[in-house]
């Protein structure tokens, strides 16, 4: 099967797509650009009427130099002035108008295209919001920053003034070639003539350019994807020591931008000096021919001052128009990318029909059920387990035993491949999202924290609370000592992801976060991992205050923070081991009871 290059789209940068999948994607880039367009026709309709009369009005006046020449200085000699006067005014005129319309148009396009980025910016933003945690977990963050940045800045370029000089240059050379046979039939066949090589040259062009041009969007993304991914993971790259790994590859991919662009100037360096020549030997064939014609009589002077004036014109817009291809080239992998961001669905999609779940209980349970992510591989096979609304669970297991599979299925990052699960009867693919956020909070080993004040981050699960319950939970966690010790206390800007305070105090901060928005389920994914002993314990005794008539699922290592669960189920393997109360196993002879033994011995 052939094959075009083309540029990647969601998940990866790819550029081995079939004719037939490439031609899905410029359909898909053209539903996406149609649905920008269709708020905006009016506008659009409106602004295309301004500059073709804009056109006109610069178009006509080496016809009105024409006839002021053939008839205006015939008429001065016998001292009339009207016909030179008036073509003069005429000239002016036109001059007038195309600049005035040339302006307003200049306005209102760029309005149009501010329109259309602002709608896409948007649209880009909220679907990759949307999505479902399986699409960020595949999809680099690199990526995501290009498709807003460098995809966007391409797309802008190509409204901002690529979509001007391709419409003004084709309505130029329109009129003009229609203006040369009004003036002149012959002069008007010799430019003809002249699109035969003009032809050929710029599908020459075309053809290599837009393989270059893809090749240069797929080599900028990949600096951006490397530059973001080393930026974000420079803690692991200053612990590993990779600079001199990172030197090599990012300057092996700008020696790839580099020389992507310089074959792309090599292009541009046959191709305008090849415009020049055909439009140079157009002009001198119709200066030629034509002086032949006026020397017999057959043309009139001011006529072939006139075509040859436009000779020369119609070529002026065709190097803005070959521009114009380079950014359309541009725009159109750019915007075949974005498409393809916006083409993905949630995997984990709203309920057609939402269930309210005001008030819940906290009762979890799963019905049989099956779990594999993409590759396939089966992480829970047909789990069954009943979690009472109140009860505190802890899941302790191997690495890759599914523990935090488990998690994400009763946050819904996830749905079941077969069977459900359930919060108090009601399947979660069902629940309303907004209750199922308000029911379900889950605290992971990450403890993000936003830009913004400590209690701005606090307040992240409930908006509206007020300071004294912002408090009151940081006080729960024991939190508030070191919050009152920062500089501006809960008003203290924490700077980007929370650099102003340590990992165990980030990790506290989420705490306080969590249990302000007082969820009937709460999930702790490794929450405690970042903690210091003094700390863990003080965490442990909010929690035992704080969980109580709460649903908690307890995923840890550490088994001290294990003993405060009511039940505790050992998992490998994606199947429940063991399960029962922390002390019955312990005083057993399984394999939580050789994992608390194995602890025990390394406090010693």
């Known amino acids: 099967m052939s094959t075009v290059t083309v540029q990647g789209v969601a998940g990866e940068e790819r550029n081995d797509f079939s004719k037939e999948e490439s031609r899905q994607i410029r359909r898909r880039s053209l539903r996406l650009l149609g649905s920008l367009m269709r708020p905006l026709r009016g506008k659009v309709m409106w602004a295309l009427a301004v500059i073709v009369i804009s056109t006109l009005a610069q178009v006509i006046g080496p016809t009105l130099i024409g006839i002021g020449v053939d008839q205006g200085i015939s008429a001065l000699t016998s001292q009339n002035w009207w016909p030179i006067a ?149 803690r692991a790259v200053k612990a590993f020591r990779k600079e001199k790994r990172n030197e090599k590859e990012f300057g092996d991919l700008v020696e790839d931008y580099r020389d992507v662009n310089a074959k792309t100037i090599q292009l541009f360096g046959i191709f305008d000096p090849g415009l020049v020549m055909i439009g140079n030997i157009t002009v001198a064939v119709v200066l030629l021919v034509g002086g032949f014609r006026v020397a017999s009589g057959a043309l009139p002077i001011g006529v072939l001052l006139a075509v040859l004036l436009y000779t020369r014109r119609f070529f002026d817009p065709m190097e803005e128009m070959a521009m114009f291809y ?96 359930t919060l108090d009867g009601v399947d979660l693919r069902d629940l309303h999202p907004k209750d199922l956020r308000r029911a379900i909070v889950m605290v992971t080993q990450e403890a993000y924290l936003f830009s913004g004040t400590v209690a701005d981050n606090i307040a992240l699960g409930k908006p509206d609370a007020t300071d004294d319950e912002i408090r009151a939970a940081a006080v729960a966690v024991g939190a508030d000592e070191f919050i009152q010790g920062l500089p501006d206390g809960y008003e203290t800007d924490v700077n980007k992801r929370g650099g102003r305070v340590s990992a165990g105090q980030r990790q506290l901060i989420s705490f306080a976060r969590a249990f302000l928005a007082n969820p009937a389920v709460l999930i702790l994914d490794e929450a405690t991992s970042s903690l210091d002993i003094p700390s863990e314990r003080l965490v442990q005794d909010a929690l035992l205050t704080l969980l109580k008539d709460r649903t908690a699922l307890i995923i840890a290592h550490r088994l001290s923070t294990v003993a405060i669960a009511d039940r505790v189920l050992v998992m490998e393997h994606g199947k429940v081991v063991e399960d029962g109360t922390p002390a019955d196993l312990i005083a057993g002879t399984g394999r939580f009871a050789q994992l608390h033994a194995a602890w025990r011995d390394s406090l010693v």
Not at 341 to 364: F, I, N, Y
């Open 86 to 234: 008036l073509t003069g005014a005429a000239y002016l005129m036109t001059g007038i108008v195309g600049a005035l319309t040339v302006s307003w148009y200049t306005v209102q396009s760029a309005r149009i295209s501010q329109a259309i980025l602002l709608d896409l910016r948007k649209r880009v933003f909220l679907h990759t919001q949307r999505l479902s945690l399986e699409f960020h977990e595949s999809y680099t963050s690199g990526r995501i920053i290009s498709r807003q940045t460098s995809d966007l800045d391409s797309i802008r370029e190509l409204l901002d003034s690529g979509i001007n000089q391709l419409v003004q240059g084709v309505l130029y050379s329109g009129f003009i070639a229609v203006f040369m046979f009004i003036n002149d039939w012959v002069s008007g066949l010799i430019l003809f003539c002249s699109l035969v090589p003009l032809y050929f040259l710029t599908r020459w062009f075309q053809k290599r350019s837009q393989v270059l041009f893809r090749h240069s969007r797929v080599a900028s993304a990949k600096l951006i994807v490397h530059f973001v991914e080393t930026m974000t993971g420079i």
């Open 326 to 421: 380079n950014s359309y080239q541009s725009a159109a992998a750019a915007l075949e990318k974005i498409s393809g961001v916006l083409e993905e669905e949630p995997s984990v999609p709203d309920p057609v029909r939402p269930v309210d779940l005001w008030q819940a209980k906290g009762h979890v349970n799963f019905d049989d059920v099956t779990f594999a992510y993409k590759s396939d591989r089966v992480i829970l096979p047909e789990f069954t387990l009943d979690v009472p609304a109140g009860q505190t669970i802890a899941l302790v297991g191997s690495t890759g035993a599914g523990k935090s599979t488990l998690a994400k299925l009763i946050a819904r990052f996830y749905d079941p491949t077969k069977g459900s699960v």
